[in-house]
């Protein structure tokens, strides 16, 4: 069976990422922020689902990425949103750890 999920590609390093502090950048022309938290390294798309707003200026939270500009939440590992304004989930995008490698797959999580 065909597998039409997008490959994995080398976005970062590690070592370039710090905690709790948004890291954006572009795969394939789409804007992701990736976030090293809890322990983890995630990847959402960078643009707020309410207004045209790059999530990565927001803060870290509780696993969540904040929206700066009118203050919706996105969860990390799912991207939905905890509260208004903004109605409609983030993608989010799977990521592989590869020594100090960070790697992203544009397939959205289901
Ligand atoms: S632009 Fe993000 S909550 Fe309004």
Redesign the pocket.
Known sequence: MADDRAPFVRVCALSELDEDTPKRVELDGTPVSLVRTVGEVFAIHDI??????S?SEGEVEDCQIE??????SFDLRTGK?SGL??TRPVPVYPVKIEGDDVLVSLSQES
Do not use: I
């Open positions: 707020c689902s309410h207004a045209n707003v999530l929206c700066w500009l009118h203050g919706s949103p304004p903004a």
